[in-house]
């Protein structure tokens, strides 16, 4: 029996459907990159934004051709869409032969075996997931990998599904997630991605409480040659001793992926977030005091209901005071089951639309700047992929993280064997782009 495995979404989802790929290949089924060849296709969907259950539906639909007209017999759908639409999707989909909820997903063997009653969708409590659990599992990049250190989330954010999705957040334990790292490391992986909703909140729900702090010097112990990175993280959780563990050991990346959303202390009011601009520029200036090196990524969204022109001029303002390395923007997605959607003031999808292309253009100046501070220094690069049709690897330096940030483009040394993916290089940097940076082998 071979399946084939679509992940959409998130690189928390991603874990999930690295996650699942293990247990079929446990099972002695078999995995196929070609849906043609596939008894059994399973997507494994993200519905956080409207954009994001749109892309859903649509490869559902698109992969549904293969149980009408090739050898695929079962089609399942995981993961959010079917957590947040439930019974709607059930109708509105009847392609699909079982959805499985984001609780579900140990479930997926007997799904794809045809145990489980077609025709449903099978929603257990999301705080039912078994956080103590061991996940042995193949990243799908072989020498980079996602580690998720918590699933859900207790925050209650206005413009947020998560927590309905994934149930409040359950942090797992310390010694479950230092055992997956080391079989992660065995297997060959060089950079290590913490991942969670909200991955400073880490170890608060614990008994005893653990914190980020311990972990992430935990994990650089193991092996001072793997990358250590953290994304998601929150403003409020912030602490000195994560700073302090990131300034102590080389290996924990110099970069923190810190969501601010917005910087207008009347929409952080309206979007639950407790803390003001003045909170952030304290934050930021402590941990670039000690760590003057460190890649800031930030996340903002607008357009959110009650945004106001002089509250997105204020967080233009905000983020060219903060020169943040890399910076994301999204529009508000209104939806009828976010606390959100009852807010007046909704802003026109055109506007919300022209603010984020104003933002970006803000921020490509930035970036351009920001990365012409790299000119000329020496650095360490990972090799992600390479050659490409020029010749050139395509690597990461500790300040670009995978899939969301920039990269490094390197040209090999012309007379030493190509380095594989995974491979650490010492380069040159000879010129930067708007977002990447241009690199010679030492």
């Known amino acids: 029996m071979q399946i084939y495995l679509e992940s959409l979404g998130c690189a928390r989802n991603q874990v999930d459907s690295e996650t699942m790929l293990a247990q079929?290949?446990?099972?002695?089924?078999?995995?196929?990159?070609?849906?043609?060849?596939?008894?059994?296709?399973?997507?494994?969907t993200c519905s956080f934004i409207e954009a994001a259950a749109d892309e859903s539906i649509d490869t559902i639909l698109a992969l549904a051709r293969y149980k009408r007209e090739g050898r695929c017999r079962r089609l399942i759908v995981t993961g959010c869409l079917p957590e947040r639409y439930r019974g709607q999707i059930v109708e509105a989909l009847p392609e699909v032969d079982l959805?499985?909820?984001?609780?579900?997903?140990?479930?997926?063997?007997?799904?794809?075996?045809?145990?489980?009653?077609?025709?449903?969708?099978?929603?257990?409590?999301?705080?039912?997931?078994?956080?103590?659990?061991?996940?042995?599992?193949?990243?799908?990049?072989?020498?980079s990998a996602y580690l998720k250190i918590a699933e859900g989330c207790s925050r209650k954010c206005t413009y947020c599904i998560i927590p309905k999705l994934r149930g409040r957040r359950k942090s797992r334990p310390a010694g479950t997630i230092l055992q997956e790292a080391r079989a992660l490391i065995a297997g060959g992986v060089r950079e290590l991605t913490l991942v969670s909703q909200e991955t400073t909140d880490y170890g608060l729900d614990l008994s005893p409480p653990h914190n980020l702090a311990d972990l992430l010097v935990e994990l650089a112990r193991l092996d001072p040659a793997v990358w250590i990175r953290m994304m998601y993280g929150h403003p409020q959780s912030i602490?000195?001793?994560?700073?302090?563990?990131?300034?102590a050991h080389a290996n924990i990346c110099s970069y923190i992926d810190l969501p601010i959303q917005h910087a207008s202390p009347d929409v952080l009011r309206r979007m639950g977030r407790h803390y003001s601009d003045c909170d952030l520029r304290e934050g930021i200036a402590a941990i670039r005091a000690q760590v003057p090196d460190v890649a800031l990524r930030t996340t903002v969204l607008v357009g959110f209901p009650?945004?106001?022109?002089?509250?997105?001029?204020?967080?233009?303002?905000?983020?060219?005071?903060?020169?943040?390395?890399?910076?994301?923007?999204?529009?508000?997605?209104?939806?009828?089951?976010?606390?959100?959607?009852?807010?007046?003031?909704?802003?026109?999808?055109?506007?919300?639309?022209?603010?984020?292309?104003?933002?970006?253009?803000?921020?490509?100046?930035?970036?351009?700047?920001?990365?012409?501070?790299?000119?000329?220094?020496?650095?360490?690069?990972?090799?992600?992929?390479?050659?490409?049709?020029?010749?050139?690897?395509?690597?990461?330096?500790?300040?670009?993280?995978?899939?969301?940030?920039?990269?490094t483009y390197v040209h090999p040394a012309p007379d030493q064997p190509t380095p594989v993916p995974g491979t650490f290089l010492g380069v040159r940097v000879v010129d930067t782009l708007d977002y990447d940076l241009i690199a010679e082998v030492l």
Do not use: W
């Open 239 to 247: 602490t000195p001793a994560m700073i302090q563990a990131m300034a």
């Open 99 to 143: 959805f499985l909820g984001t609780g579900a997903y140990d479930r997926v063997v007997t799904a794809v075996r045809g145990g489980l009653a077609a025709g449903g969708c099978l929603l257990p409590d999301p705080d039912s997931v078994d956080g103590a659990q061991v996940i042995l599992r193949k990243p799908l990049q072989a020498h």
């Open 24 to 44: 079929l290949a446990a099972a002695g089924i078999g995995v196929t990159e070609d849906p043609a060849l596939a008894d059994a296709i399973v997507v494994n």
């Open 306 to 407: 009650g945004e106001r022109e002089s509250d997105f001029e204020h967080l233009k303002a905000f983020i060219t005071e903060m020169r943040f390395d890399h910076l994301g923007v999204f529009t508000y997605s209104d939806a009828e089951d976010l606390p959100a959607h009852s807010l007046k003031g909704h802003v026109a999808a055109q506007l919300a639309q022209d603010r984020m292309d104003a933002l970006m253009a803000v921020q490509q100046d930035l970036s351009a700047e920001n990365l012409s501070r790299y000119l000329g220094r020496q650095m360490t690069v990972l090799v992600d992929k390479g050659p490409d049709e020029d010749g050139r690897l395509t690597a990461r330096t500790q300040y670009q993280a995978p899939e969301v940030d920039g990269v």
